[in-house]
């Protein structure tokens, strides 16, 4: 069983992003500039926000991070965080940027994700570019897809002709990790099947996997009957579970009975150190692939 160190990979790939930000430089080009929205203070939110953050730093970039106040109290007005996203549109200094999900309930959050330019949405998530992804134009790919794409190409371990199984049809990892694995061309050529809450003998699906992809948010759920012998296992799941032994309180656990999953693969990813740091480390992709389609 290789383990897929999705830390360590995501270092090398900031590296190598730090260079080019230094070429970059070098040749009289703009730092690649990402900025951040947070509304409200989500426990999960301010981490993936912090490490976005630290991210920039470390590839060169500048960032820019822009809090907005919501309590249940004072709600924020929707109004004020469409002004903050107009003010990033139209400011030629920001190459991309994001607001960080979830988002108050009462805010629309389909409004704010198509209020972004679709050259700026580093998350990909407007659907210009998921609409571009589907038919396999150029785009920003979702950041955790792309992660998970790329973890898998440096591990040496081809789609082409697979089965892949996604439990899980969100709009940022299952539906679009779907559509990059059936396109043709490297890295894709799947066959892919998506399920989810209504999908009737789930584990006997699973069993068919030669790649299976967690990403459905519950701790635990994959177990070792749903596993078929070498297959390889992508754990989505960051689900914060509480854990007294913590300083946090909480340790983040994965979708996957680890322990027992892990001796039946020929590769899985841990929580943490998985798909996480990938995601991050796509974002920074993106920023930088939106820096150069503005040079
Ligand atoms: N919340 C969880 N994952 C993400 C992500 O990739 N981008 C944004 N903006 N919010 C998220």
New binding site residues.
Partial sequence: MQLIDGKATAAAIKAEIAQEVEARKNAGLKVPHLAAILVGHDGG?ET?VANKVKACADCGFKSTLIRLESTYEAPLDPNVLMAEIDKLNNDPDVDGF?????LPKHIDEQAVIEAILPEKDV?GFHPVNVGRQSVGLPCFHS??PAGIVELLRRYGISTAGKRVVIVGRSN?VGKPLAAMLMQKGAQADATVTVCHSHTPDLPSIMRQADILVAALGRPGFVTADMVADGAVVIDVGTTRVPDASRKSGFRLSGDVDFENVAPKCSAITPVPGGVGPM?IVSLMLNTLQAAKNRD
């Avoid at 994001?98 to 979830?102: A, G, S």
């Fill in positions: 939110s993936y994001i607001v960080q999900l979830p998350d950041a955790t940022i995601t």
